[in-house]
């Protein structure tokens, strides 16, 4: 079975800073990784995924996410935010076959901060 | 057209109510899921229907009932419910459910926020 971890619960932080949130996740198989936002009242919609190739996945909307294998991550960095980025952030995992079953870390709730 | 969407938007019911949440797609896709989501936890997968079939139960319990009358709609009936399943109920779609020939992205209505008194 998969597993995700994001540690932090919440972040604030002040409008134009870097920002990353984390997420580590726990597979005995190869899987696929995602970043989910959800906006307030509102469903979730994909920001991001790793599904294979370069590491370095980029988002239309500045965000960037890593994998890293050796130390089981894919954190989620955006160098300058925007108060339009307030929302909650769910990383995900997934197999990279079989069923598509998502499971989801708890999610972090990023609040920018004007 | 990428929309999911999903009637009613809010629902409020008694426990010896029974009402039904719908779920629709015109993307042609073959797979369909129901997530639930409590307050401040992520969602969590209930079930899943490929081909109009159910394909997964995460042991959910009977007074969730679903139903999936044709490749675009998805039901789920609701009956005997108890205040702890007052959450927001989301539907999913994608492409296909099983990645034999690859990745299928699964695509979120905005939810059903249900209230259960």
């Known amino acids: 079975a998969q597993s995700v971890t994001q540690l932090d619960s919440q972040v604030p932080v002040f409008e134009e800073a870097p920002v990353e949130l984390r997420c580590n996740y726990s597979s005995s198989v190869s899987v696929y990784l995602f970043w989910y936002v959800q906006y307030p009242n509102q469903g979730l919609q994909l920001l991001l995924k790793?599904?294979?190739?370069?590491?370095l996945v980029k988002s239309i909307n500045g965000f960037e996410a890593e994998f890293n294998k050796s130390q089981t991550s894919f954190h989620l960095r955006k160098p300058s935010v925007h108060i339009s980025d307030t929302a909650e952030y769910f990383c995900?995992?997934?197999?990279?076959?079989?069923?598509?079953?998502?499971?989801f870390g708890t999610g972090t709730r990023l609040t920018i901060i004007p | 057209d990428t929309e999911v969407t999903q009637t009613p938007k809010h629902l409020v019911m008694g426990m010896t109510n029974k009402k039904s949440l719908k779920c629709e797609q015109h993307m042609g896709h073959r797979a369909m899921y129901w997530y639930k989501q409590k307050a401040k936890k992520p969602p969590e997968l209930m079930f899943v229907y490929s081909y109009e079939k159910l394909s997964i139960n995460e042991s959910v319990p009977s007074r969730f009932s679903p139903e999936c009358p044709n490749s675009s709609l998805l039901n789920l009936h609701l009956h005997a419910l108890q205040p702890e399943d007052s959450a927001l109920y989301l539907c999913?779609?994608?492409?296909?459910?099983?990645?034999?020939?690859?990745?299928?992205?699964?695509?979120f209505g905005p939810g059903t926020r249900l209230t259960v008194t």
């Open positions: 995900a995992v997934s197999r990279s076959f079989g069923n598509e079953k998502l499971t």
């Open positions: 999913a779609s994608s492409q296909e459910d099983n990645r034999l020939a690859g990745y299928y992205e699964q695509y």
């Open positions: 790793y599904l294979s190739g370069s590491t």
